[in-house]
Nanobody, 125 residues
């Protein structure tokens, strides 16, 4: 398992941007597919984005396509989520997660074995 620590959440106005970071402890970081999930109050955790091991392939849930960008820096053991044009519907706790499963274009939470503690994103309208 890998230890993950998210940062970068906060309060932003609708239309604004935030960049989340997730630092991983494992020296084998590049062997993990990385993902971002979010959970709003009273709602189930949902898949947001994923990136393959090399960083060349990404996948997004439809509601964030064109606004969010997932990226990774394997030299820094870090994955990022750049979030633009934020809306109140984007609010929630954002979690990064790591999996050793094969790459595919959509994941559910149970596919990931390692999770960060989460970072809160609040969007004011």
């Amino acid at each position: 398992q890998v230890q993950l620590v998210e940062s970068g959440g906060g309060l932003v106005q609708a239309g604004g941007s935030l960049r989340l970071s997730c630092a991983a402890s494992a020296r084998t970081f590049s062997t993990y597919v990385m993902g971002w999930f979010r959970q709003a109050p009273g709602k189930e955790r949902e898949f947001v984005a994923a990136i393959n091991r090399s960083g060349y392939t990404t996948s997004y849930t439809d509601s964030v396509k064109g606004r969010f960008t997932i990226s990774r820096d394997n030299a820094k053991n870090t994955v990022y989520l750049q979030m633009n044009s934020l809306t109140p519907e984007d609010m929630g706790v954002y979690y990064c997660a790591a999996t050793t499963l094969r790459w595919r274009t959509w994941y559910q939470g149970t596919d990931f074995g390692s999770w960060g503690q989460g970072t809160q994103v609040t969007v004011s309208s």
